[in-house]
């Protein structure tokens, strides 16, 4: 199976011609092996126009997807970043592939380690797992340039907004358990701007300010 030629072709016709104009995201995308982040039941269907499960009733998130919240984060390489939900590993992948640091939470100790091995693995050695409640932040590395939850929330969780800097963005699905809608908020000193995005569905966000794991 030629992977990278799947890659070539999922960027192709699922990124560019949906709008992904960032080349840089798009540079990421072509780069990182999604087929070594999924299950091996799954590689052949690695680069398809799907979300994928990856266990745990954990998914990992359709590539269009991926290159959406990756392009709204509006990378320039100088960032610190903390995502919340690490999952397989992928999206942190392509985060450092544009930021300086990544800090990722996840809340499930075997999937954080698989993460950490594959990511170790593939020498992304600029990025950094930590198994706990994502809902709260990591604040013994605070303050984050950008923060990226990959996890539906009903609510933005107050100390992510603690830990972002001013003039940082924070990205979320948020909405019900079922139906969400992608949020980018800008810090400012003055306050903060919120805009609306793609609709979206992921898994929900279990934790403190999020909900409760037998919801």
Not at 136 to 148: L, S, V
């Amino acid at each position: 199976m030629d992977f990278d030629k799947l890659r070539e072709q999922m960027v192709k016709t699922q990124l560019i011609s949906r709008g992904i104009k960032d080349k840089k995201v798009l540079d990421a995308m072509s780069c990182v092996p999604r087929h070594l982040f999924v299950e091996d039941a799954m590689v052949a269907n690695a680069y398809s126009d799907m979300a994928l499960p990856i266990g745990d009733g954990q998914t990992i998130s359709q590539p269009y997807m991926v290159a959406v919240m990756t392009e709204l984060l509006e990378l320039h390489g100088f960032e610190k970043v903390l995502e919340i939900g690490t999952g397989s590993g992928y999206q942190g992948a392509v985060l450092a592939e544009l930021a300086r640091e990544v800090y990722t939470i996840e809340r499930l100790p075997s999937m954080a380690e698989r993460a950490m091995n594959t990511l170790s693995a593939l020498s992304y050695n600029n990025v950094h797992v930590k198994i706990g409640d994502g809902s709260q932040g990591w604040p013994e590395k605070a303050p984050f340039d950008r923060i990226i939850i990959t996890a539906a929330s009903p609510n933005v969780p107050p100390p992510l907004i603690e830990q972002l800097t001013r003039g940082g963005i924070l990205l979320l699905p948020i909405g019900t358990r079922y139906s969400q809608t992608l949020l980018k908020i800008k810090k400012k000193d003055s306050g903060q701007t919120e805009e609306y995005h793609t609709p979206c569905v992921f898994v929900p966000l279990v934790g403190k300010y999020g909900w409760d794991s037998d919801e």
